[in-house]
């Protein structure tokens, strides 16, 4: 495994290159451009603050709605996004697969740090937002750097996961959206995690999506330290799944050019 990442390292002039390739790609020939990663998170904000905070009256732990579900959204639509396209980036690119040799991990890896610019724009927004709604920022946010790495790692293991398997069974492309708006549910973008009985949190805080959005919460409105052992867990599930999905990504690559 060492080996592999000193080849990815070895590399990154190609993983530049593609990034910034596929970046080009995703908004070529469209009329907005980048601004497509700022209306998504905001038209969901609008249309959720419209049902769940005035018409359902969700509580949202003392914070406005809009940037209560807004910070959930963000970390969400990095996961969900990202994951979405970078399942399918070796399936998707079979001509180069199956002609040219290269660390086909820097396929899924440009579509995470793509995803990422995505984040950082629509995150611009939130800035604003925070300051139109006086939110007082202490030094708690200073970790977010730390959450975010938590949180592109996870991203990461999956998308290495899913991509290998994806080569096989093409059935995953279909499985990753039902996937996907289950496990959003199973999140607290929509709703705070005060709602959730205290006796089954440690089972909800399994969903490693759930701790990041708290973390986030807890570090930006609440100025508070993350819930350490819950974040330590989820690290953990992330280096852990990191490891196992790169080794299964790395032995079924040989098989990838004659599979697609």
Known sequence: MVENLRELVNARELLFTWTRREFKVRYSQSVLGVAWALLQPLSIMLITTLVFSIFLRVPSSDI?????????????????????????????NYMLVSKVYFPREILPLSLIFVGFVDF?????????????????????????PLVILIQTVLIFSISLLLGAVNVFYRDIRFVIPLLLQLWMYLSPIFYPIDIVPERIRPLYFLNPIATLIDTYRRLIFFNQAPDWPYLGVTALISIVLLIVSYRYFKRRERQFADMI
Do not use: E, K, R
């Not at 959204?73 to 990095?78: E, G, R």
């Not at 724009?121 to 139109?132: D, H, R, T």
């Open 120 to 144: 950082l724009i629509a995150g611009s927004i939130f800035v604003v937002l925070l300051f139109i709604y006086h939110v007082q920022i202490g030094l708690a946010v200073l970790l977010l």
């Open 64 to 92: 406005p709605y809009p940037i209560f579900v807004y910070s959930g959204l963000l970390a969400w639509l990095y996961f969900a996004n990202t994951l979405s396209t970078a399942t399918t980036s070796v399936a998707d």
